[in-house]
């Protein structure tokens, strides 16, 4: 019913740059929240930022002041990562919570795309 395509995931140094981009598609009303999340090997998965229909943003702390996330239109979330760490290695995975045209309300997650810091 809804897919969540990620793009954008690569190899980088430390201190590089990267640009993550998510496009919702499908049988889709509203999206109330989209956001990123990220799960590194051994590791819980965590919110890395989220951005609400209303424009109202958090980041996990690890990441503020480097990290930028961005919604150009309803079904579209971008997030910018500058000054990248190794520690930000992890699979990161777009989030959306969705209203759909038959009246359910839904989460849905995107296939993760990897991001790989490392010099």
């Known amino acids: 019913q809804v897919q969540l395509v990620e793009s954008g995931g690569g190899s980088v140094q430390p201190g590089g740059s990267l640009r993550l981009a998510c496009a919702a598609s499908g049988n889709i009303l509203s999206i109330y929240a989209m956001g990123w999340y990220r799960q590194a090997p051994g590791k819980q998965r965590e919110l890395v930022a989220g951005?609400?229909?209303?424009?109202?943003i958090n980041y996990a702390e690890s990441v503020k002041g480097r990290f930028t996330i961005s919604r150009d239109n309803a079904k579209k979330v971008d997030l910018q990562m500058n000054y990248l760490k190794p520690e930000d290695t992890a699979v990161y995975y777009c989030?959306?919570?969705?209203?759909?045209?038959?009246?359910?309300?839904?989460?849905?997650w995107g296939q993760g795309t990897q991001v790989s810091v490392s010099s």
């Open positions: 951005i609400s229909s209303g424009g109202r």
């Open positions: 989030n959306a919570d969705v209203q759909l045209w038959a009246g359910a309300r839904n989460v849905y």
